[in-house]
Each structure stands twice: as structure tokens, then as C-alpha cells.
């Protein structure tokens, strides 16, 4: 999956990169764009159990963010997202992440295994980090 994100002003901080909290937010798109194009909906079906990202370069007003994001591990009742940050116009990276997510049952907010419709799409969406 992939996603193109514009940097704004509203997305640098007094530093006059972008803010890192900005960039836990490109990752919740990128997850949004998944459950979107592959479900046609979102639902609260999961949560975020962890999320690491490692800063690398930063990221400046004007540019284009490019987050893509890929399936890594999954278990019963979690999976990994793994995502890379580059900068369009250069093709360097900025940011790696991953995240462990935890499917859960909204009505007794405890895990639960993650129905077999979404556990196909994210087998096919696994690959190997990069």
C-alpha cells in the first residue's frame, strides 16, 4: 500500500521540520487506506498494542511524504503493520515503523481472533521487511 501525503505548514514544528507526532498520524491514514480499499469500510474492530518509529532525516514544508506500508507477521488474535517514510523528490528514507495491532471485541473490549475474511487479505499482504 501506498500513500503520498503533502507537508503543510500546519505539520512543522518550531523547529521547522516535521512534527513527529504528524507522522503517527500518516501512519493512521496509511491503516484507514487499507481497511478502506480492501473492506469498503471502517470499523473499530481493532487497536494499536504498539507503535515504534525510528527518525531518521527529517521532513520540511513543501515536500511529499510517500508511506507504504506492508503486512508482517500475524498471529491468532494480532498482526504487524511495517510502513517506510521517503521523501518524494529525493527518495530518502525518513522514517521506519512498525505497529502491532490487536483485533477485539467491541461489546467485551477483549482480544479475540481475527475472522478469517481479514486474516486472507493480510496473508496476501504479507511480505518480508525491507
Same mark, same amino acid.
Given at each position: ?12 514544528? #518550531? ?6 507526532? @504528524? &507522522?503517527? $498520524?500518516?501512519?493512521? =491514514? #496509511? ?13 473499530? =474492530?481493532? +487497536?494499536?498494542?504498539?507503535? !515504534? ?11 511529499? #511524504? ?16 511495517? &510502513?517506510?517514510? =521517503?521523501? @518524494?523528490?529525493?527518495?530518502? %528514507? +525518513?522514517? $521506519?515503523?512498525?505497529? +502491532?495491532?490487536?483485533? +477485539?471485541?467491541?461489546?467485551?473490549? =477483549?482480544?479475540?481472533?481475527?475472522? %478469517? ?5 493480510? %496473508?496476501?499482504?504479507? $511480505?518480508?521487511? !525491507?
Amino acid at each position: 500500500m501506498r500513500l503520498e501525503i503533502e507537508i503543510w505548514f500546519g505539520d512543522v514544528d #518550531a523547529f521547522g521540520h516535521v512534527n513527529n507526532v @504528524k &507522522y503517527a $498520524r500518516f501512519l493512521e =491514514t #496509511a491503516r484507514a487506506k487499507f481497511f478502506l480499499e480492501k473492506f469498503g469500510k471502517l470499523e473499530p =474492530t481493532f +487497536v494499536i498494542r504498539r507503535l !515504534e518509529m525510528d527518525f531518521l532525516v527529517p521532513m520540511f514544508l513543501g515536500e511529499t #511524504a510517500v508511506v507504504e506500508m506492508w503486512v508482517g507477521n500475524i498471529g491468532n488474535t494480532s498482526w504487524e503493520f511495517l &510502513y517506510r517514510i =521517503t521523501d @518524494k523528490a529525493s527518495g530518502r %528514507e +525518513v522514517v $521506519r515503523a512498525r505497529s +502491532v495491532q490487536v483485533w +477485539v471485541d467491541l461489546r467485551t473490549n =477483549t482480544k479475540m481472533p481475527i475472522p %478469517e475474511d481479514v486474516r486472507k487479505v493480510l %496473508e496476501a499482504e504479507r $511480505r518480508d521487511e !525491507e
